[in-house]
């Protein structure tokens, strides 16, 4: 597979070839900042409805990406996300959910997963990191959203745990990508946050951080994740990391911390069309 398992498929997403490889049925993106309607700080294609944007920009927005992938909008599904851990799977009565206002979003959840076609599951970023599951047996999609807090509480290892316990998937049957995030180029952080990055790892794991002053590390966040995806029991080789860093490449990403915490999201997504459009 690919070095890059994210790429632009549209100036408004990037895919990944190498999933739909495995599954036709399969819809993965991850959205650019660019061909959207929104203006001023959140220029052009922001779909987050929590940052102040213009409501109806956003939700025609989520209309163009809808349109771009060829997926209704009242198919999708958005959550209330707040830097925990946990994880809510989707069924058909939760379509439409968070897709045209945030308040009728599922609560408090930072982790998604289905095994129902025609349900677009997504989530919003702006630095944190995107992780997408795919399990080819039972036909099973997840995404999680993955901060420093998410990170350490360890919510894509959850979900690998989820699905053992709950859908009787062994973990390296589990393919992962984590997407596009802020990267230790340009993601400092302090004793606290390292503290909790050490709790959260094993030994048997190098540092994904490295001091750069006194109190102050740069910290690899698609790292800590990948470790902990091992850690949960995935095989490295179903593991694929996307490069790309949101704050250095500021022609394609929104970022939080490059941008002062005045931006807009991206949203990163992924479904299984119904079998029954193939035949």
């Known amino acids: 597979m690919t070095q890059n398992p994210l790429n632009l498929q549209h100036e408004t997403y990037l895919n990944s070839p190498d999933w739909e490889q495995l599954n036709e049925d399969l819809i993965i993106g991850f959205t650019t900042k660019n061909g959207g309607v929104s203006s001023g700080h959140f220029q052009s294609l922001n779909l987050g409805l929590h940052v102040h944007d213009n409501p109806e920009s956003v939700t025609q927005n989520r209309q163009i990406i809808a349109s771009a992938v060829k997926v209704p909008l009242e198919q999708w599904v958005y959550a209330d996300q707040v830097h925990d851990s946990s994880i809510y799977k989707a069924r058909r009565e939760d379509r ?18 289905t095994d129902e076609e025609d349900l677009m599951l997504s989530l919003c970023y702006a630095d944190c990191v995107p992780l997408f599951f795919y399990e080819p047996e039972k036909r099973l999609v997840g995404t999680a959203h993955a901060g420093w807090k998410g990170s350490v509480l ?79 029991g995935l095989s490295e080789s179903r593991i694929l ?39």
């Open 96 to 113: 439409s959910k968070g897709t045209m206002n945030y308040a009728s979003a599922v609560p408090e959840t930072d982790g998604l997963y």
């Open 154 to 232: 360890d919510i894509g290892g959850k979900m690998a745990r989820t699905w053992t316990k709950n859908e009787g998937v062994p973990a390296k049957s589990i393919y992962a990508i984590i997407g596009p995030s802020i990267g230790p180029c340009c993601y400092t952080v302090d004793d606290y946050v390292i503290d909790r990055v050490n709790k959260a790892l094993s030994k048997d794991f190098p540092s994904p951080y490295e001091e750069v002053s006194a109190g102050q590390y740069s910290l690899d966040l698609k790292l800590l994740n990948k470790y902990l995806l091992l850690k949960a």
């Open 241 to 279: 990391t996307s490069p790309l860093c949101t704050s250095c490449e500021s022609s394609l990403f929104f970022s939080h911390r490059r941008d002062q915490g005045k931006t807009g999201r991206m949203a990163g997504f992924i479904g299984l069309k119904g079998r029954q459009k193939q035949l």
